[in-house]
């Protein structure tokens, strides 16, 4: 491979230079996406090998990241499980049916990764070949919980009502859906992994909506049990809790390699926190790539030099880069973490 | 005064039982608040004292809380410094000209809370005299970071773009814009005391979507200038940044009498980082009134179970009440509070 620098971060050894890639970023602020994006719908994108490789690729050549993330949808795992699934524009996702009784909850399928998400493992083994080894390919899922909470809400929520009433109400049932998804996402992991992914990321976007205990029962403890279990050869395992600053202990001890940082933790107490154990992954924040170049410059320096010297620090935003960041401000970060980061290594 | 639970445990002072508040109860769930907003619209209800005031004391009547918190909002400081407010029914506040430069910075005008905001005086008074010493009446701000949010966004936002881009781009700018409003609020609060509040909030809404150190800089040390110099007599002052878990040790240290937890903390965990010197405000998750009153009931009980025996507690939720909440499910919140608090206390 000829940059293996993310690789190598993930497993703590040493690099030349932070490895730096941002989440979302084969996304909206590139305009060869929305070229992609505007004669195709999102999901059709999704489910064509050929144009989800296309977008995978796109930010490795334009914006210069040290590695790629398969561009799809946390949501066509549930898809693939027999749900309804319509993206609404400006609106987001939407399940025409949710998962709110038992009944519901029987109607969902299992799910044969390689049959009924074929079309994520061609995006995969067709993105490896684009890539050519220039740089490592991550594959992806939400978390059992992140899933959850839109199969029962059917789609993006304020309050996450409905969850947390069946959290309470019944917990039996969650328990159930929350299970049956453990199992899922880490078939869909192993599956990506064998088709090529060199690396997986779990999404656990909804996480830090919970209070500490519920978050331990249904977030972090089904990601325990997918990383404890899971087949992954060497590919290393990235898990991202957003917003759950008050559980990085415990979100360090569940065995992933890599912990995701949202910006709103300091990525110098983090370390001392969690120690040389696990490598953090982290933790800009999106809205500062409005800044100007030269800024953009200062807040990065400033994150290389709170996680300090040594290895295990792959650098990337605290979320989703925001489609209306300009293109070249997201490549002048990326060159911001190049060129700052060598004097950390040496 | 009848019941004065909730200045006794802001003090840290021994009670009988735990009193119990909640964020937002003078609301949208209550159905005698909705027949009064059913006729008026809502800033209407902010500036007519006898409005505001009948809407401040329903929720002791009708829900059985321990303190009142006056009806009115954050933004009519901003509205009393020259800015042009208008509430869009389902969108939320808007400025329609946002503080984006020096120029608009001068336009704004300095605020006589006396003069320009006498119809929250007259609101504190006439309620006051309502509530005739039944519970105690918390008056409130926003925080300088938090008014400032909205002054420069024009209303709600998702990212935050143009405060953080004026953050990082222009902070001189940003931190006079910060200078006038903690000036603003101090004088403001003040007024609000001396009009017969008798504790003032201070709602940092907006604090948790800072990175900690820009956090430190914008949010908690203005709202730590306006605690420290303040004229508040013997008014107790609690300080709730939403989503700021990674500071709670400095937020502890500003010098408010109570501290604001919002769900995502563990009290327990809360309460000995920062030890026995400032009480604890919250913190159930708003969403759980959805539950049943007897689900609703096991996490009052874990919450008072974590925090423990002994003074210090203020009973609340970890953010406002949610519009769609049954009011019997409030009503069984608060009944809970009282039944099963008195046995921490013996």
Redesign the interface.
């Known amino acids: 491979m000829t940059n293996d620098l993310f690789l190598r971060a993930c497993r703590r050894q040493s690099v030349e230079r932070t490895p730096v890639w941002m989440m979302r970023q084969a996304g909206r602020y590139l305009p060869e996406y929305r070229a992609v994006r505007a004669r195709h719908d999102f999901l059709t994108m999704c489910k064509t090998p050929e144009l989800a490789s296309e977008v995978t690729i796109q930010p490795v050549e334009i914006v210069g990241v040290d590695a790629a993330i398969l561009f799809s949808d946390i949501l066509v795992v549930p898809e693939a499980m027999g749900m309804h699934l319509t993206m609404v524009e400006a609106q987001g996702p939407r399940f025409s049916s949710p998962i709110r009784s038992a009944g519901d909850l029987r109607e969902l399928k299992p799910v044969d990764p390689e049959r009924q998400l074929r079309f994520v493992m061609d995006a995969i083994a067709m993105a490896r070949r684009g890539l050519n080894g220039r740089v490592p390919l991550i594959g992806f899922s939400g978390s059992p919980w992140t899933l959850a909470s839109y199969m029962v809400e059917g789609g993006g929520s304020k ?3 409905n969850i ?2 069946m959290m ?2 019944e917990p039996a049932l969650l328990e159930q859906l929350i299970d049956l998804l453990t199992e899922t996402v880490r078939r869909y992991c192993e599956a990506q992994i064998a088709s090529g992914a060199q690396a997986i990321q779990i999404f656990d976007t909804w996480g ?6 519920h ?1 331990r029962k249904f977030s972090l403890d089904p990601m325990f049990e997918i990383v404890s279990t899971m087949q992954r050869g060497d590919a290393p395992v990235i898990v991202f809790s957003k ?4 559980a990085l202990g415990d979100i360090a001890a569940i065995g992933a390699d890599v912990v995701g940082l949202d ?4 990525i110098a ?1 983090a370390r001392s926190l969690i120690g040389d154990g696990v490598a953090l992954q982290g ?1 800009l ?4 790539l ?3 170049p030269e ?2 410059r ?2 990065v320096r ?1 994150i290389l030099r709170k996680f300090g010297r040594g290895p295990g620090h792959i650098f990337n935003l ?1 979320h989703g880069i ?1 489609p ?1 960041v300009p293109v070249e401000h997201a490549i002048s970060m990326v060159r911001s973490v190049h060129e700052e980061s060598p004097e950390f290594h040496r």
Chains 1, 2 share one sequence.
């Open positions: 309050d996450f009502r947390k009433t309470l109400d830090g909506i919970l209070d500490p205990e978050y917003g759950a600053a008050h910006w709103t933790v300091d107490s933790n924040d999106p809205s500062f409005y800044a100007s800024n953009i200062k807040e400033s605290g925001l209306g």
